[in-house]
Each structure stands twice: as structure tokens, then as C-alpha cells.
């Protein structure tokens, strides 16, 4: 079935640029996705590719996809103490519902 | 924006009660689900609905029922708590059809149950 796997930790020093990773199965997502989730609250959407881009820039944040490889990661550059969260990878499955298929999500920790 | 709410943000309930976890959208999407997060198990769909009064399925539907009877309103409901249930619950939305599958989330309801 599909599959999405990230790393479980990051630790980075402020002001470094993070690269968070991860893997998926299913070849047919049209769209992958980046949610941010900080302490006690809901996932906020960060940024989306489309299955047929290699890459997009959205200020600090940069998406590369490797469709080939199933890779997709996310850097974000110049990290402050502020982008400490956990960060989850998502794919879209088609046609099931608009169902997403989630990754265990990534605990960044930014110190000082 | 897209307004997701749950009627929540932390609940106490007791083993054998019957618990309402109530979700609100406001931008008229089709597809509405909930989620349950645990620590290292990332979240798992536990059902969803693409239309009213239609539900379907999720990856860990057991112990668990839903109700749509309005297009902006998803209620997930435990018939009988159990202390497994002890989770945190999100809700989400997305507008439905194709290439439309971004998914708004809601604040979270983290419930205990004792």
C-alpha cells in the first residue's frame, strides 16, 4: 500500500539551513505536500509541488522533488528558533476522496 | 481563508461514555475528515466524508462512527470510550474535485480519557 516515511529528528544551530527528507510510493500523486505543526495546534499548510515541477521557492522555503527516486525534501533556509515544529510529508493518492497519505512527521529543533 | 474549528481544545471523559468531537468548516468544501496523532505514528485517518451523509473508511475506523448531515459540520463519535481513545483529534477539510485535495486542518482536540 502507499507509504510515506520521513526521519523522526532534526537538530540545526540557528541561522544554518535545515533539509528535511522524505519518501513516498505511490507514483500517481499529483500533488506532495509540506504541513508545519507547532506545539498544542493544528497542521498548517507550508507549500505544495505539483508532481510535474522539480522544484519551487517560496521565500526561505525550497521544495525539490525527485520523482524518479520517490525523494521529495524541503530546506529552509536561515533557520530561526521560530520554524522549531514538527514538519509532515504528504502525498495525494488520486482519486480515493482527496485522502492524503501522511509521513510520521519530523521534530525540528532550531537551538540557539 | 479557510476557517476549520473544533468544538474543543481538550477534553476529560471516563471510560464507557459516549463522546461528540464536533468540526466546523466555513468555505463550503466537499471533503471533510478526521485524523487521530500519536507520538511516532504521525496521523492516521480514522474516516471521511467526500459529501453529505455519505462517510467512508479510514485506516483505524474501529471504535469509532460519524455523522455528516450538514455540508459544513463532520462530528466523530466514540459510542464508548476507551482508554486507548486517549489522542489528539484533528479535523480537516478540502474542497473536493479534481486537482482540489489541499486539506485545511483545525486547531485539534487532545482528549483524555480515564
Known amino acids: 500500500g502507499e507509504d510515506v516515511e520521513q526521519s523522526l529528528f532534526l537538530s540545526v544551530r540557528e541561522g544554518d539551513s535545515s533539509v528535511i527528507n522524505c519518501t513516498y510510493t505511490?507514483?500517481?500523486?499529483?500533488?506532495l505536500y509540506w504541513y508545519k505543526q507547532e506545539p498544542g495546534a493544528g497542521l498548517q499548510l507550508l507549500t505544495y509541488i505539483f508532481s510535474n515541477m522539480d522544484m519551487k521557492q517560496d521565500q526561505r522555503l525550497t521544495v525539490l522533488l525527485n520523482k524518479k527516486d520517490k525523494h521529495l525534501s524541503l530546506r529552509i533556509a536561515d533557520t530561526q528558533t521560530g520554524d522549531s515544529a514538527i514538519y509532515f510529508c504528504a502525498e495525494s493518492i488520486g482519486n480515493q476522496g482527496g485522502k492524503l497519505i501522511f509521513g510520521q512527521g519530523t521534530e525540528l529543533s532550531v537551538k540557539p | 481563508d479557510v476557517k476549520v474549528t473544533q468544538s474543543s481544545r481538550y477534553l476529560v471523559k471516563r471510560t464507557g461514555e459516549k463522546v461528540f468531537l464536533e468540526c466546523v468548516q466555513d468555505m463550503d468544501h466537499e471533503n471533510m475528515f478526521w485524523y487521530r496523532q500519536d507520538p511516532g505514528l504521525g496521523l492516521r485517518l480514522i474516516y471521511f466524508?467526500?459529501?453529505?451523509?455519505?462517510?467512508e473508511k479510514g485506516d483505524i475506523p474501529e471504535g469509532y462512527s460519524v455523522s455528516r448531515e450538514k455540508k459544513e459540520r463532520f462530528s466523530l463519535i466514540l459510542e464508548s470510550a476507551s482508554t486507548n481513545q486517549t489522542s489528539m483529534y484533528l479535523c480537516?477539510?478540502?474542497?473536493?474535485?479534481?486537482?482540489?485535495?489541499?486539506?485545511?486542518f483545525g486547531p485539534g482536540t487532545r482528549l483524555l480519557v480515564l
Open positions: 505511490d507514483s500517481s500523486s499529483t500533488y
Open positions: 480537516a477539510s478540502s474542497l473536493g474535485g479534481a486537482l482540489q485535495e489541499t486539506q485545511y
Open positions: 466524508s467526500y459529501d453529505v451523509k455519505m462517510k
